[in-house]
């Protein structure tokens, strides 16, 4: 178990790197090809935007166990048999051709 753990913060380290890198990269191309004060202007509008990146993020983060929890709850009850059966009668069991 503390090798899963070990190796799944490992890889959300990882991806936050890797998104941090992907957020910032347009300054530091714009700054290269542009200049500071077009780059700082840029900037600030990014950074503005990013607040709007965040919202739906921390809402998840703050709804998604009391969904899970209801999920784990409805777990062999009438609900989740109702939500199997709909979710296999979407796909078809075999082509027709």
Same mark, same amino acid.
């Given at each position: 178990?503390?090798?899963? &753990?070990?190796? @799944?913060?490992?890889? /959300?380290?990882?991806? $936050?790197?890797? +998104? !941090?890198? =992907? ?12 200049? &500071?004060?077009? @780059?700082?202007?840029? /900037?600030?509008?990014? $950074?503005?935007? +990013? !607040?709007? =990146? ?19 709850? /409805? ?23």
């Amino acid at each position: 178990m503390a090798a899963l &753990v070990r190796a @799944t913060l490992a890889v /959300a380290a990882g991806l $936050r790197i890797a +998104e !941090v890198i =992907y957020l910032r990269i347009d300054i530091v191309l714009l700054e290269r090809l542009r200049g &500071v004060e077009e @780059t700082g202007i840029y /900037a600030v509008a990014a $950074r503005l935007s +990013e !607040v709007w =990146y965040m919202v739906p993020v921390a809402l998840m983060g703050a709804v998604f166990p009391a969904l899970w929890q209801r999920r784990q709850d /409805a777990v062999g009850t009438s609900a989740d048999c109702r939500h199997r059966s709909t979710c296999c009668a979407r796909w078809p069991l075999r082509s027709r051709s």
